[in-house]
């Protein structure tokens, strides 16, 4: 089976720390462009970051200097080190891959964000950011 799971969502208070994981199975990360987005309650869904195949990442405007990307192609795993959170960050978390586009920063904003755009979701991880 295809598929992307998430894991390390979870509470945490402002100013804490945690770190999501992107496991792929039934298929490689190798040549996949992978990002992260998530999506709060009544709000849009929004790109957080993306990292290339390279290892070559972007943020949106609202995580960098607090976010970061990375991937082990060897654990077929991409992982999203979240520090200094923020109430605003809390939101379910998904995690995605493609092979067919690249990511970018308009406005301060990543995209691309619509499902159809990626090959691979994942089914989400919750992080609440709460005291």
């Known amino acids: 089976q295809l598929q992307l799971v998430e894991s390390g969502g979870g509470l945490v208070q402002p100013g804490g720390s945690l770190r999501l994981s992107c496991a792929a199975s039934g298929f490689t990360l190798d040549y996949q462009y992978i990002a992260w987005l998530r999506q709060a309650p009544g709000k849009e869904r929004e790109g957080v970051s993306c990292?290339?195949?390279?290892?070559?990442?972007k943020f949106a405007d609202s995580v960098k200097g607090r976010f970061s990307i990375s991937r082990d192609d060897a654990k077929n795993t991409v992982y999203l080190q979240m520090n200094n959170l923020k109430p605003e960050d809390a939101a379910v978390y998904y995690c995605?891959?493609?092979?067919?586009?690249?990511?970018?920063?308009?406005?301060?904003?990543?995209?691309?964000?619509?499902?159809?755009?990626?090959?691979?979701w994942g089914q989400g991880t919750q992080v609440t950011v709460s005291s």
């Open positions: 990292i290339s195949s390279s290892g070559g990442s």
């Open positions: 995605a891959a493609t092979t067919a586009a690249s990511c970018t920063v308009i406005a301060g904003k990543l995209y691309p964000t619509r499902p159809y755009e990626y090959n691979f």
